[in-house]
């Protein structure tokens, strides 16, 4: 910002934000189609503000231009999210889609399986079993501790073959994963 905000401006700006942040929550909402990512956006749009609160307070329309940062923010997420999508629809039309004899049951009690895993125990589980990441680049991709990685893909598994009702051994659960995530063409 370069200047030491004072008590003024800084009551300002609380006022503002306590006026507009629903709004602007709302409109990151309509534009991204994301609940959840609307209050992130809403929230960085304010912070982005506060850093420029000199600039923003002098416009003529300070509510447009929170709007404007909003959906700069918006368009950003989106393109972000589009440039991901083509990136795996690129990898997985790389790869063999023809798979002997496949268990299209039991591909989908997998799949169905790994969506009720808590996020980091499926991650784990699934860089780990079906990308085939060693332990240190499963916490790296996932910014946790290798101990972590190794407890996670443990506990992973085992509330998989729970949820799946089978004792069957970590090789055969492996081989299941891997079917249900289509990664059975990559493996070693």
Not at 33 to 52: F, I, N, Q, V, Y
């Amino acid at each position: 910002m370069g200047t030491v905000v004072d008590d003024a401006a800084s009551v300002e700006f609380h006022d503002f934000f306590e006026r507009h942040y629903a709004e602007l929550a709302r409109l990151a909402h309509l534009l991204t189609g994301e609940s959840d990512a609307a209050d992130d956006l809403a929230a960085d749009a304010l912070l982005a503000l506060w850093h420029r609160w000199d600039r923003v307070r002098a416009a003529d329309h300070p509510v447009a231009y929170a709007r404007g940062v909003v959906a700069n923010l918006a368009r950003s997420r989106i393109r972000s999210a589009v440039r991901e999508r083509r990136r795996i629809t690129l990898f997985w039309s790389q790869r063999e889609d023809k798979t002997e004899n496949p268990d299209i049951p039991g591909m989908v009690d997998v799949q169905e399986a790994l969506r009720r895993l808590p996020f980091r125990k499926r991650a784990c589980v699934v860089l780990r079993h079906a990308f085939d990441l060693s332990e240190k680049d499963t916490a790296l991709a996932l910014g946790i501790s290798v101990g972590t990685v190794k407890s996670q893909t443990s506990k992973g598994m085992a509330e998989l073959q729970r949820l799946l009702g089978s004792q069957e051994a970590p090789r055969r659960m492996h081989a299941a994963v891997l079917r249900a995530t289509g990664a059975e063409g990559r493996e070693r």
